[in-house]
């Protein structure tokens, strides 16, 4: 979960067309993306970490550039956890650069593209200046109408809950809130995500079958696509295949579909 963010300036995948074998009409509103295996990545090419995180970028890259051509409304990535800070100094310093060149390089490829971009996370413990370009990015990209972009940065699902659940508290405390209001409604506006329809479908690579503290509530009935395709090897079949399991699934969010019912 270690890759910035962008849209792309390389202009390979510009206007994609949908493919055959997707059906516009039942595409996710919301997708979200675990963007693991950068690391072992570059471990089977022999080639150093940092490698497999500038590899990362071009996926990620691509895979925006081919949601938005193709009608997803909200990709939403999960780029640094709250964990990574446990990662060795030297890798921890060469992503935070990384991110800082790639935002100034690709901001604005993502403002002329109608890119609106926003950053979810707890901002304050990433360098000043990457905060800087940050506020500059959510700022430009602000009024902009095609594909909304979600980095996850510096974020952690179990934090992002306890802060909710502590707005809420102090507004109790304060006498501005009856405490028998609160339902899953009210908490829900105190999340980062309030402004969003939740992920209809995850997406993890590299194999691994865990959320990893990854939008625990809001994937609460998402469809979960695993492949073992690792990250910088994610393209545009990987994204299909992803999309046309999606397709294949009946989304019941707890109850029975049609063709259950009327076998009872």
Known sequence: MTTPFI?????????????????????????AIIMDGNGRWAKIKKLPRAMGHSAGVDALKSTLRLCSDWGIKVLTVYAFSTENWSRPKEEVNFLMKLFESVLKKEIEYLNIEDVRINFLGDLDELPARLQDLINQAINLTRN????????????????????????????????????????????????LTSNYVDPDLLIRTSGEKRLSNFLLWQLAYAEIHVTDTLWPDFNEESLRNALLDYQSRRRRFGGLDNAVKDQL
């Open 7 to 31: 849209v792309g300036s390389n202009n390979e995948s510009f206007n994609k067309a949908l493919p055959a074998s997707l059906d516009e009409n039942r595409l996710p509103k919301h997708i």
């Open 144 to 191: 902009n109408t095609g594909i909304n972009f979600n980095v996850c940065t510096n974020y952690g699902g179990r934090r992002e809950l306890v802060l909710a659940a502590k707005k809420l508290a102090n507004r109790v405390a304060e006498g501005k809130l009856d405490p028998s209001l609160i339902d899953e409604n009210l908490f829900e506006k105190e999340l």
